[in-house]
C-alpha cells in the first residue's frame, strides 16, 4: 500500500517530523532541568505509546551524577506515579544498589530507552524506540555520566545497536566501551524485574555489581 501523503507529496509521518517544532525545542534545551520540563509538558505524540499513558516517565535520581542506569520502559507503577523504577524492580535495584553503597537517589540517574509504558509492559517496538532514542541521546549528552549500566536485553540491544546475536549470559557483568559514547564505561546487568522472574540469577548479578563496585573504587567514581 502507498504510504498516506496527505495531499502534500510528503509522507504524514515525515510531515509530523518537519513541522513539530516541539521536540527540537526540547533538544535544544541548555540545561536537564529545562529539558525535563519540556518533555513533561510536551504531551509528545512522537509515536504510538502515547495512546495508553498516563505519564511521560523521565527519570528518577539525580542529573549531576556519574552513573546512568538505562532500563526498557516505564511499567504501571511508573505510568501512575511518572516516576522510573518505583514498582518491585525499582525497588529491587534501589537494594541491589545499596548493597554496594550507591544511594539511588543522590548517585545515580535512572532512565529507561522508552519514555512511556507499552501496552501490557511488552518490549518497545523498534519504532517507538527510534522516535523516542533522541530524548535518551539528549539526557546522556546534559548529564556526562562516567559509568552506564544497561539494565537487560532490551537496553543493550538498543543502545548497541552494532552488537548483534548476544547473549546475556555472556554480556551480564561485562564493562566495553562504545566509540559513539566516547569514554564511557558501559556495564551490563541483568535487569531486576528478570531476578524477581528467575532468583536463581542473584548469585550471578552479585558478583556483577560487585565488579561494578570495584570499577567505581578504582577509578574514584565513588
Ligand atoms: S515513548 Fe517517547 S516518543 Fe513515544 S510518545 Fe512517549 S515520549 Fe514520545
Avoid at 45 to 71: S, Y
Avoid at 140 to 163: D, E, S, T, Y
Wanted: glycine share 8%; with cysteine; charged share 25%.
Amino acid at each position: 500500500m502507498a504510504p498516506d501523503r496527505g495531499g502534500g507529496g510528503i509522507p504524514v509521518a515525515m510531515q509530523f517530523d518537519l513541522f513539530d517544532d516541539t521536540q527540537t525545542s526540547i533538544i535544544a534545551a541548555e540545561d536537564y532541568p529545562l529539558f525535563k520540563d519540556l518533555v513533561k509538558s510536551s504531551n509528545c505524540k512522537q509515536c504510538e505509546l502515547h495512546r495508553g499513558r498516563r505519564n511521560i516517565v523521565i527519570d528518577r535520581g539525580t542529573p549531576t551524577a556519574k552513573i546512568m542506569v538505562i532500563g526498557e520502559a516505564p511499567g504501571e507503577k511508573e505510568d501512575s506515579t511518572g516516576s522510573a523504577f518505583v514498582g518491585r524492580a525499582g525497588k529491587l535495584l534501589d537494594e541491589i544498589l545499596k548493597a554496594i553503597n550507591l544511594d539511588t537517589e543522590k548517585d545515580v540517574l535512572i532512565v529507561n530507552i522508552v519514555k512511556c509504558r507499552p501496552p501490557g509492559n511488552r518490549a518497545p517496538l523498534r519504532e517507538e524506540v527510534n522516535a523516542c532514542m533522541p530524548y535518551l541521546h539528549k539526557q546522556i549528552k546534559l548529564v556526562q555520566p562516567h559509568v552506564i549500566v544497561l539494565l537487560g536485553a532490551v537496553a543493550l540491544k538498543h543502545m548497541i545497536p552494532g552488537k548483534k546475536g548476544f547473549s546475556m549470559a555472556d554480556e551480564a557483568g561485562n564493562f566495553f566501551a562504545s566509540s559513539e559514547y566516547p569514554g564511557v564505561h558501559f556495564m551490563v546487568l541483568y535487569h531486576p524485574a528478570y531476578l524477581l522472574y528467575d532468583p536463581r540469577k542473584k548469585k550471578d548479578m552479585w558478583e556483577h555489581v560487585k565488579r561494578l563496585e570495584t570499577f567505581l573504587k578504582e577509578t574514584r567514581l565513588v
